[in-house]
């Protein structure tokens, strides 16, 4: 395996090993992904590495790997997945004979991670990365609405009072309902309101005369 003492073989070996091992954690393969993956990494990591050093450093990549997949699967905001990018990375890099070879499997990682992405085009996804990648739209064909916009167009309109007002309850318009404010006026159930103001999502409302 002496071609990898090349850099621009490190490189390649770094991509397809990450392609594959991220590719495992986007898409359902049943292991077969991150079986490649993992065999292409184990031959960069046994060539490179020394007795003295190899562990430290492949529990380094683990614990930056482990942090991407516990982010995509609880917080999904990327804050922990990033500093997981940057312990792979390290990972990567330091076993590296030379600056401008970790410099390479550091740019292989980069451009791999989120190019696996494109496994998705084909492969069954995970829905682990749903709200990562930003495919939780919100819009009304999933169950929301642009609410700001809805309830601005409530002005003007009349209403009931479907509980009692202590100042804070609910209205019946147009057959929807909403929660309302009186602003400190109490008012009883089945009373006809009126809505004079909207502040984002606060509707406030008064008798209907």
Known sequence: MEFLDQAV????????????IFGEVMVRTKGLFGIIGIVIMAIYFSYHLTAGDSLWVVILYLIGLSLIIFDGKVTTDGTIAGIGI???VLGLALPAPSLTYGVLVGMAFVIAAPASYLFTKVFPKRNMWNKMMLNDKLSSEHGYNSMNDDYRDLIGK????????RPIGTIEIEGKLY?????????????????ISVDGTRIVIVPET
Do not use: I
């Not at 073989?9 to 594959?20: D, E, K, N, P």
């Not at 929660?179 to 809505?195: G, H, I, P, R, Y």
């Open 9 to 20: 073989f490190g490189f390649f070996v770094v991509f397809l090993a990450t392609l594959f």
């Open 86 to 88: 940057l312990f792979m």
């Open 158 to 165: 009349t209403g009931r009072t479907k509980t009692p007002f």
């Open 179 to 195: 929660s309302a404010t009186t602003d400190n006026q109490w008012l009883k159930e089945e009373q006809k309101v009126k809505v």
